[in-house]
């Protein structure tokens, strides 16, 4: 339940655990999540989007030894 709006929020994963969807809270609408992953399967940019619209990029760097 969301603390603002005691909205449920639910959530969508894919196969490998990301989160894909988001729905509920905060008035923002429907949130969806791209990723681009490296060789390894791992993300390293994940796009966050607010009702269709670009919202935030997340980029990470994993150094493999």
């Given at each position: 339940t969301d603390w603002w709006s005691g909205e449920p929020t639910?959530?969508?994963y894919?196969?490998?655990?990301?989160?894909i969807e988001e729905n509920g809270g905060m008035?923002?609408?429907k949130q969806t999540y791209s990723y681009e992953f490296d060789n390894k399967n791992n993300w390293i940019k994940?796009?966050?989007f607010i009702?269709?619209?670009?919202?935030?990029?997340?980029?990470?760097?994993?150094i493999y030894n």
């Open positions: 639910t959530y969508k894919d196969k490998s655990g990301d989160i008035e923002n609408g994940k796009k966050r009702s269709g619209m670009p919202w935030s990029i997340t980029e990470r760097r994993i």
